[in-house]
């Protein structure tokens, strides 16, 4: 059995930061010389971060970026490295739309590493053109295949999305005689998804007779945060090394490689003509210093998956992190209503940076609660952060008087309960510039698709924490979240009370919207499943309530395109995965 060792490396690049990113590669390069590994893998652009976006059209940042490149090379000294970034040919093309930086031609590309030589470099064939990721706008597909034989291992390299066609790349690489497909990623969190990838993975290993190693990034990078989770997974699809969710780590196995099995030598006679006759192959063997004596075998670390709701929450702790940080922020300030969104908002902002980095702020008015305010008060002793009370009651009272003239004997209605919500919007903001704190807001997905939400109010702020988690699992995320520790942190009153604005007297949620049980089951397969209303009656709903929640999401479009972008957790968030116009004519009813 030939052995190989192999290390994941799960970093966590910043977008534009490109001589911070290289320190990092630099890091872990070092790290795997230490367990002198053989081959050493990074994620999709990890020189850049990911997604660059339209730094891609700057010449000079492409230019950086192949800078950045030839500072790691030297580094890589008795080893093999693969590391994600630009790859820049710099022909021009007039006939291509997707020209990048200068009009040159881009790709998303591996670089491939050996013993401080570049050897070559890969290119992703299958771009990504889905969800957040608009590929084709930058990059253009690859055409060349590319082998490593590393110690009498023959690998093959690929690129994200490469994975997903099963007839494609990997089953070519395999045909060409890989025993190894190594991917390298930058799959960002939604709720389910690192399972589904796994499963992917283990398909194409068995179909393919291959081992697969998966290197994926770790991070938040503004409404996206990436879950690591990376794997080997043995020519059965059984997991061999598993790296932890949302953390950094070096992850190192030794993978044991066979002889090739019978059905692939088979399979191998088959195809080889028919699939891979005049396809464009990049082949190279790397000659590697002799393995130490001394080298004792390694036992691979195979972290156990976790659970759903611990894998939300720890994403919305990393990507409230991260946002904090790479944007240079101190602190962060929390409107508090003695609520449970605020109070959820309140514990992921105390856990992602701690307790005197958060600033509470309670804004009563003439109808705020007692219960409201006890409420609070438990919740900051508990989690022992600072506390501003400032009443809105006399700003209220005041524009009432100054717009009294102008509104005549007209009935009291949304316009004064969305007033309170725009001068707590203006104190928050006022706290934000005052002490630059990042003001953190607290609406939940299922408010922000039905426009139960004030614009330059409570929709104020520059990070949206819980924009992308339905009212429902709002409370299942506290509830999980108290039962971590000795004690809960949020109040039982705030769980158990009925949900309200309080903007007017015994106001509650209900009398505006369906019960949140019903609504958000109605907003998933609307929103994120994109069925249509005859289709979400036909399962069962009620055909008015049908009608009346895709009214109330279809007119809130202007609302949601003015909001603070928020941590993307569910498959098909309200950000770049849902790109509607605002002037809409059409309507499904």
């Not at 856990?351 to 509470?360: P, Y």
């Amino acid at each position: 059995m030939k052995i190989l060792r192999i290390a994941m490396a799960q970093m966590n690049p910043t977008v534009g930061d490109l001589n911070g990113n290289v320190r990092q590669i630099l890091s872990w390069v070092r790290e795997a010389r230490k367990a002198k590994v053989d081959l050493v893998t990074f994620p999709e652009l990890a020189i850049t971060g990911c997604p660059p976006e339209d730094l891609l059209l700057k010449p000079w940042f492409v230019s950086e970026n192949t800078r950045a490149l030839q500072e790691i090379i030297p580094a890589c000294h008795g080893l093999v490295a693969i590391v994600g970034y630009v790859g820049q040919d710099l022909k021009r093309n007039p006939r291509s739309s997707n020209s990048g930086a200068g009009g040159s031609v881009l790709y998303n590309a591996a670089a491939l590493i050996a013993d401080r030589r570049l050897l070559g470099n890969y290119h992703q064939r299958s771009l990504v053109n889905h969800g957040v990721f608009d590929d084709s706008r930058y990059f253009q597909p690859g055409q060349r295949l590319s082998l490593l034989r590393v110690r009498g291992v023959v690998i093959g390299v690929t690129l994200c999305e490469d994975l997903e066609c099963s007839k494609g790349v990997i089953r070519r690489l395999a045909a060409v005689g890989a025993e190894i497909i190594v991917n390298i990623s930058a799959s960002p969190f939604h709720r389910g998804k690192s399972r589904t990838r796994e499963q992917l993975l283990a398909a194409r290993a068995r179909e393919n007779g291959v081992i697969v190693t998966y290197t994926n990034m770790v991070g938040g990078q503004d409404e996206l945060v990436f879950d690591g989770n990376s794997v080997i997974l043995d020519s059965a699809g059984g997991v061999l090394a598993r790296g932890g969710a949302f953390q950094e780590e070096l992850v190192v196995a030794d993978v044991g490689v066979d002889a090739v099995p019978s059905g692939r030598r088979t399979q191998r006679r088959k195809t080889r003509v028919a699939e891979t006759i005049g396809a464009d192959l990049d082949r190279y063997s790397v000659k590697m210093p002799a393995i130490e004596k001394m080298r004792p075998p390694i036992g691979s670390t195979v972290t156990e998956p976790i659970e759903d709701l611990e894998e939300i929450y720890r994403a919305l702790v990393l990507a409230v992190k991260d946002y904090v940080r790479k944007n240079g922020f101190a602190r962060v300030a929390i409107g508090l209503s003695g609520g449970v969104d605020s109070a959820l908002t309140a514990v992921v902002a105390v856990d992602a940076l701690g307790a005197d980095r958060v600033r509470g702020v309670f804004l009563p008015s003439p109808y705020t609660s007692q219960e409201s305010e006890a409420d609070v008060s438990e919740l900051v002793g508990r989690l022992g952060i600072d506390l501003s009370v400032i009443s809105i009651t006399p700003t209220f009272e005041s524009y009432c008087r100054s717009l009294a003239p102008t509104f005549g004997d007209r009935q009291v209605d949304a316009t004064e309960e969305n007033l309170q919500a725009r001068i707590r919007g203006t104190l928050l903001m006022a706290v934000s510039n005052k002490f630059g704190d990042l003001v953190l807001t607290t609406g939940n997905k299922s408010e922000l698709s039905v426009g139960y939400a004030t614009l330059y109010g409570d929709m104020a702020g520059g990070f949206a924490v819980i924009k992308d988690v339905p009212k429902t699992m709002v409370y299942a995320l506290a509830r999980f979240r108290n039962g971590l520790g000795s004690s809960p942190v949020i109040p039982k009153r705030t769980l158990d009370r009925p949900p309200s604005a309080e903007l007017r007297p015994d106001q509650k949620d209900e009398d505006s919207l369906p019960p949140y049980s019903v609504l958000d089951l109605i907003l998933q397969a609307y929103v994120e499943e994109d069925r249509s209303p005859d289709e979400i009656i036909k399962s069962g709903f009620d055909r008015a309530t049908v009608d009346r929640v895709v009214t109330m999401v279809d007119r809130s479009e202007f609302k949601r395109h003015q909001a603070p972008i928020g941590v993307k957790i569910t498959p098909r968030a309200l950000g770049k995965d849902r790109r509607m116009p605002i002037t809409n004519g059409f309507r499904g009813l």
